[in-house]
Protein backbone atom coordinates (compact mmCIF):
# COMPACT_ATOMS: atom_id res chain seq x y z
CA UNK A 1 0.00 0.00 0.00
CA UNK A 2 1.36 3.45 -0.84
CA UNK A 3 0.62 6.08 1.63
CA UNK A 4 1.50 9.85 1.37
CA UNK A 5 2.09 11.87 4.97
CA UNK A 6 1.12 15.56 4.52
CA UNK A 7 3.14 17.55 7.24
CA UNK A 8 -0.40 19.85 8.35
CA UNK A 9 2.09 21.87 9.89
CA UNK A 10 4.34 22.66 6.94
CA UNK A 11 1.50 21.85 4.27
CA UNK A 12 -1.94 22.83 6.06
CA UNK A 13 -4.69 21.55 4.14
CA UNK A 14 -6.75 24.22 2.60
CA UNK A 15 -10.37 24.54 2.72
CA UNK A 16 -11.40 22.21 -0.06
CA UNK A 17 -9.09 19.42 1.43
CA UNK A 18 -10.95 20.03 4.88
CA UNK A 19 -14.41 19.61 2.72
CA UNK A 20 -13.17 16.07 1.24
CA UNK A 21 -11.80 15.07 4.33
CA UNK A 22 -15.70 16.15 6.27
CA UNK A 23 -17.38 15.09 3.73
CA UNK A 24 -15.55 10.85 4.08
CA UNK A 25 -15.14 11.37 7.74
CA UNK A 26 -16.83 8.50 9.51
CA UNK A 27 -16.13 10.30 13.13
CA UNK A 28 -18.52 13.08 14.38
CA UNK A 29 -16.86 16.22 12.64
CA UNK A 30 -16.40 18.15 15.59
CA UNK A 31 -13.92 15.11 16.90
CA UNK A 32 -11.95 16.60 14.09
CA UNK A 33 -11.11 19.54 16.39
CA UNK A 34 -8.33 19.28 19.32
CA UNK A 35 -10.17 20.38 22.43
CA UNK A 36 -7.04 21.01 24.26
CA UNK A 37 -5.18 23.88 25.98
CA UNK A 38 -5.09 25.79 23.34
CA UNK A 39 -8.59 25.58 22.26
CA UNK A 40 -9.49 26.45 25.64
CA UNK A 41 -7.48 29.39 25.42
CA UNK A 42 -8.96 30.64 22.71
CA UNK A 43 -12.07 31.11 25.02
CA UNK A 44 -13.75 28.56 21.83
CA UNK A 45 -17.24 26.82 23.10
CA UNK A 46 -17.28 23.05 22.04
CA UNK A 47 -20.98 23.01 21.64
CA UNK A 48 -20.51 25.30 18.48
CA UNK A 49 -18.35 22.52 16.65
CA UNK A 50 -20.95 19.32 17.18
CA UNK A 51 -22.47 18.55 14.04
CA UNK A 52 -21.67 21.50 12.39
CA UNK A 53 -18.95 21.18 9.58
CA UNK A 54 -19.00 24.80 8.32
CA UNK A 55 -17.88 25.53 11.74
CA UNK A 56 -14.91 22.74 11.97
CA UNK A 57 -13.89 23.90 8.56
CA UNK A 58 -13.93 27.83 9.16
CA UNK A 59 -12.15 26.87 12.32
CA UNK A 60 -9.23 24.75 10.77
CA UNK A 61 -8.54 26.77 7.84
CA UNK A 62 -7.94 29.80 10.75
CA UNK A 63 -6.22 27.16 13.32
CA UNK A 64 -4.26 24.77 11.72
CA UNK A 65 -2.94 23.73 14.95
CA UNK A 66 -6.43 22.89 16.45
CA UNK A 67 -6.51 19.39 13.55
CA UNK A 68 -6.97 16.66 15.42
CA UNK A 69 -4.74 13.46 14.22
CA UNK A 70 -3.48 11.91 12.42
CA UNK A 71 -6.34 11.77 9.58
CA UNK A 72 -6.80 9.04 7.43
CA UNK A 73 -8.11 9.16 4.28
CA UNK A 74 -8.95 6.73 1.63
CA UNK A 75 -10.50 7.17 -1.98
CA UNK A 76 -14.35 6.49 -0.03
CA UNK A 77 -13.33 7.09 3.53
CA UNK A 78 -11.29 8.66 6.21
CA UNK A 79 -10.93 8.56 10.18
CA UNK A 80 -8.89 10.06 13.08
CA UNK A 81 -6.32 7.74 13.91
CA UNK A 82 -7.25 7.56 17.79
CA UNK A 83 -6.81 5.42 19.57
CA UNK A 84 -3.36 3.89 17.42
CA UNK A 85 -5.41 0.52 17.00
CA UNK A 86 -7.81 1.88 14.30
CA UNK A 87 -4.85 2.81 11.99
CA UNK A 88 -4.32 -0.36 11.70
CA UNK A 89 -7.74 -1.87 11.26
CA UNK A 90 -8.11 1.18 8.59
CA UNK A 91 -5.02 -0.19 6.46
CA UNK A 92 -6.27 -3.72 6.85
Given at each position: ??????????????????????????????DLVR??????????????????????????????????????????????????????????
Amino acid sequence: MRAEVVLYMKTPPDRATLETIVSLLEDPVEDLVRKDSKFKELGLNPEEYVGNPQAVIDLLVERKALMQRPVLVRSDKAIIGRPKGRIVEFLG
